[in-house]
């Protein structure tokens, strides 16, 4: 239970701050930027992933819960109470920003600004980056450095390719803000589209790399 309400905790954090800091920008006519929320998004995975690795490894995204299922770094069984959990804190961060924020329309809801497969394919491959990285880099000698690394990766795709497809990566994060705004005619998008990047990530990594120890995973 601990590991779950870590991932509900995380989760939250994350949507709260990065749609927060895209619902900010809205109604202050560009106070925060497009660069603010692009930082805001990679520091606030940062400091999960130092704040709540050692308890959950803080996943803080279904897509990554079931890559790593997938390549066995997580227990079958912890898929389901994991995604879950992600799920829940997600809407309680929209829930408590439609709150503060009544007047944002989207409350951050990522939708595609030209075409719908255009969109989804730049969200396959920016997950597939960000997985690859994750899979990698948390394995490696430089695994203390996971957080800001991850971070960084999240910053960078968020910054070039956020005005196209607003770089979720994530599909808790596209979940509840299109649900509590209830724009959900393009969330198909936002949850296939990660899950299969960071599935086809896996199975590059298991091509590159010689499976490690599970235990040797630290996120």
């Known amino acids: 239970m601990r590991r779950y309400l870590a991932e509900l905790i995380g989760t939250f954090c994350l949507v709260f701050c990065g749609t927060g800091a895209i619902i900010i920008n809205e109604l202050t006519q560009g106070a925060v930027t497009h660069a603010g929320i692009a930082i805001t998004f990679g520091l606030i995975v940062a400091a999960m992933i130092y704040a709540l690795g050692e308890i959950s490894h803080a996943h ?22 994991y995604i879950s959990s992600q799920i829940v804190g997600a809407l ?3 829930i408590t920003l439609k709150a503060l ?23 396959l491959i920016l997950t597939f980056i960000l997985m690859l990285v994750i899979l990698l880099v948390a394995n490696s000698k430089n695994k203390q450095f996971t957080g800001l690394i991850v971070g960084g990766v999240v910053l960078l795709e968020a ?4 005005p196209i497809s607003g770089a979720s990566m994530n599909p808790a994060r596209s979940i509840a803000p299109a649900i509590i ?3 959900i005619e393009h969330l198909w998008l936002y949850i296939a589209a990660p899950i299969i990047g960071a599935l086809l990530a896996t199975g590059a990594y298991k091509l590159i790399t010689i499976q490690p120890d599970i235990k040797t995973i630290q996120l």
């Open 159 to 162: 910054m070039f390719a956020g």
């Open 60 to 81: 803080i995204n279904p897509a990554v819960t079931l890559s790593m299922a997938v390549s066995g770094h997580l227990q079958r069984k912890d898929v389901l109470p």
């Open 92 to 94: 309680f961060a929209s």
């Open 101 to 123: 924020f009544a007047k944002s329309v989207l409350l951050g809801t990522t939708l595609p600004s030209g075409g719908v497969m255009q969109s989804f394919i730049l969200e």
């Open 181 to 183: 705004s209830s724009h």
